[in-house]
């Protein structure tokens, strides 16, 4: 279907990416509802004016520390995420020792498999949260999102949860966890409850993240990561994004396109 896309579309990368999702949605990874949340966070992209903000840097810096300082770091993986970045997420689980699990508010064992065997296909050695692993429940929570791995997100300390649903997100909060948000919108509950929200693509944030972990890690230095840590105001990374969404430093760009 791509070839159809002329490779000077000023368009190709958003347009690519919405082929993946309706691949995924044939190949079975994503619900169909994910394809209008997809839509949804395409509109903020635009926004921002599709490019990675100085506040979404710093904001993958941070998250970059937490993931190096976690003692039992997870990420949470839906159908979106499997089906437009499995090789990225995969990657960064293992430059950050980071587990992946499964985790999905349209919840079904087959469509759990499929995603586990594309994370597989894309070098993941092992998948959490999958069928009857997925044993353990939050207990504010009603939707199939209450179902965790015991030995993943529900004894991790933190947790990235991509293209998520604020409700699962605020109780994992409640549960003790550093919750890492990646998230277009940054009015959403998920993105106000995470202690650290990359409002950024998803697919610009995490090659970013995976070279940031690298460079951080060799040699890793505890005290320079601690201090990074604290120097990090999630609300004021936020208030920034916001600022650039409403027009801000973002405002000549967009005039620019629309003309």
Same mark, same amino acid.
């Given at each position: 279907?791509?070839?159809?896309?002329?490779?000077?579309?000023?368009?190709?990368?958003?347009?690519? #990416?919405?082929?993946?999702?309706?691949?995924?949605?044939?190949?079975?990874?994503?619900?169909?509802? *994910?394809?209008?949340?997809?839509?949804?966070?395409?509109?903020?992209?635009?926004?921002?004016?599709?490019?990675?903000?100085?506040?979404?840097?710093?904001?993958?810096?941070?998250?970059?520390?937490?993931?190096?300082?976690?003692?039992?770091?997870?990420?949470?993986?839906? *159908?979106?995420?499997?089906?437009?970045?499995?090789?990225? #997420?995969?990657?960064?689980?293992?430059?950050?020792?980071?587990?992946?699990?499964?985790?999905?508010?349209?919840?079904?064992?087959?469509?759990?498999?499929?995603?586990?065997?594309?994370?597989?296909?894309?070098?993941?050695?092992?998948?959490? *949260?999958?069928?009857?692993?997925?044993?353990?429940?939050?207990?504010?929570?009603?939707?199939?999102?209450?179902?965790?791995?015991?030995?993943?997100?529900?004894?991790?300390?933190?947790?990235?949860?991509?293209?998520?649903?604020?409700?699962?997100?605020?109780?994992?909060?409640?549960?003790?966890?550093?919750? #890492?948000?990646?998230?277009?919108?940054?009015?959403?509950?998920?993105?106000?409850?995470?202690?650290?929200?990359?409002?950024?693509?998803?697919?610009?944030?995490?090659?970013?993240?995976?070279?940031?972990?690298?460079?951080?890690?060799?040699?890793?230095?505890?005290?320079?990561?601690?201090?990074?840590?604290? *120097?990090?105001?999630?609300?004021?990374?936020?208030?920034?994004?916001?600022?650039?969404?409403?027009?801000?430093?973002?405002?000549?760009?967009?005039?620019?396109?629309?003309?």
């Amino acid at each position: 279907m791509s070839g159809k896309i002329p490779s000077s579309h000023p368009r190709l990368k958003s347009l690519l #990416i919405r082929e993946k999702l309706v691949n995924g949605f044939l190949r079975g990874l994503v619900a169909a509802e *994910g394809l209008i949340a997809h839509g949804r966070g395409e509109a903020f992209d635009y926004l921002l004016g599709e490019r990675t903000t100085e506040s979404a840097h710093v904001a993958i810096t941070t998250a970059s520390t937490a993931l190096l300082l976690a003692r039992h770091p997870v990420i949470s993986v839906n *159908g979106n995420v499997a089906a437009i970045c499995a090789k990225e #997420i995969v990657e960064l689980s293992k430059v950050a020792n980071a587990l992946l699990e499964v985790n999905l508010f349209y919840r079904d064992e087959r469509r759990e498999r499929s995603i586990e065997k594309e994370l597989i296909k894309n070098g993941a050695r092992k998948v959490y *949260g999958v069928g009857s692993r997925s044993s353990a429940r939050i207990s504010e929570l009603q939707s199939e999102r209450r179902r965790v791995d015991p030995h993943g997100i529900y004894v991790a300390d933190v947790v990235i949860v991509p293209l998520e649903d604020g409700d699962r997100a605020e109780a994992l909060v409640k549960m003790g966890k550093k919750i #890492i948000a990646i998230d277009l919108n940054p009015l959403s509950r998920t993105a106000r409850v995470a202690q650290i929200t990359i409002v950024d693509n998803i697919t610009r944030a995490l090659p970013t993240m995976v070279s940031i972990v690298r460079k951080l890690k060799c040699p890793k230095d505890d005290a320079i990561l601690t201090k990074i840590i604290m *120097g990090f105001n999630n609300k004021e990374n936020l208030a920034h994004s916001l600022k650039i969404i409403q027009g801000g430093k973002n405002a000549a760009a967009l005039s620019k396109k629309m003309q």
